[in-house]
């Protein structure tokens, strides 16, 4: 019922930055809260971020606070996140996902749809 597709990845050197956005569509209406996701080759999916509908309850992994900021354009269907100060150790495929209940959580096994995935690469 719901299609996530993300947008924004590429190349860039450590210190850079690189803006990710998810685009949601479908034939519900329900406000999803929205995450983000990463997985490195040969390592598990790791959370990233994530964000309720209303933007009242924000959840950060320790390892991207202060550098990445999550936000969503209700009107718009999109959430983003916003990647400064880039690491190598942030090289990844990052996925955005999508859960019914209004709650943001690090599981990834709560989130119930899923996008394809883009390829963030920094190099040192």
């Known amino acids: 019922q719901v299609q996530l597709v993300e947008s924004g990845g590429g190349l860039v050197q450590a210190g850079g930055s690189l803006r990710l956005s998810c685009a949601a569509s479908?034939?519900?209406?329900?406000?999803?809260?929205m995450g983000w996701f990463r997985q490195a080759p040969g390592k598990e999916r790791d959370f990233v971020a994530a964000i309720t509908w209303r933007g009242d309850n924000i959840a950060y992994a320790d390892s991207v606070k202060g550098r990445f900021t999550i936000a969503r354009d209700n009107a718009m269907n999109t959430v983003s996140l916003q990647m400064n100060s880039l690491k190598p150790e942030d090289t990844a495929v990052y996925y955005c996902?999508?859960?019914?209940?209004?709650?943001?959580?690090?599981?990834?096994?709560?989130?119930?749809?899923w996008g394809q995935g883009t390829q963030v690469t920094v190099s040192s």
């Open positions: 996902a999508a859960r019914v209940l209004p709650t943001p959580t690090s599981r990834d096994g709560s989130y119930e749809y």
């Open positions: 479908g034939r519900t209406f329900t406000h999803y809260t």
